[in-house]
């Protein structure tokens, strides 16, 4: 079993910067893959990026959407990987899950992850 806890979102304005954060907790001796996932209200969840792990640091993997805006990285030592998100756009407005892929590859589809945070709102205004 992993846990999962997201924080870290808000309210912001157009152009401003968050940095969500997931907490990991339970099985973390074991390599995996992490995700963040968002949901726009009557939208279908939306991939944001992956961070696969290896001894040599993994791989990284984003959604168009959101290239060269939103930077993953993890901290192995805190069983933590954070989503900084710059330039934040309207369009950014949902709520972001974290989840764990146990497969440890890259997967875009939320139905391959095997557990789930509870999400964080992230609202940003025009």
């Known amino acids: 079993q992993v846990q999962l806890v997201e924080s870290g979102g808000g309210l912001v304005k157009a152009g401003d910067s968050l940095r969500l954060s997931c907490a990991a907790s339970?099985?973390?001796?074991?390599?995996?893959?992490m995700a963040w996932f968002r949901q726009a209200p009557g939208k279908d969840r939306e991939f944001v990026g992956t961070?696969?792990?290896?001894?040599?640091?993994?791989?990284?993997f984003y959604a168009d959407s959101v290239k060269g805006r939103f930077t993953i990285s993890r901290d192995i030592a805190k069983n933590t990987m954070y989503l900084q998100m710059n330039s934040l756009k309207p369009e950014d407005t949902a709520v972001y899950y974290c989840a764990v892929n146990l497969k440890n590859d890259y997967r875009l589809s939320g139905h391959e992850y095997d557990y789930w945070g509870q999400g964080t709102q992230v609202t940003v205004s025009s």
């Open positions: 339970g099985r973390t001796f074991s390599p995996y893959a």
């Open positions: 961070s696969t792990w290896s001894w040599s640091g993994g791989n990284i």
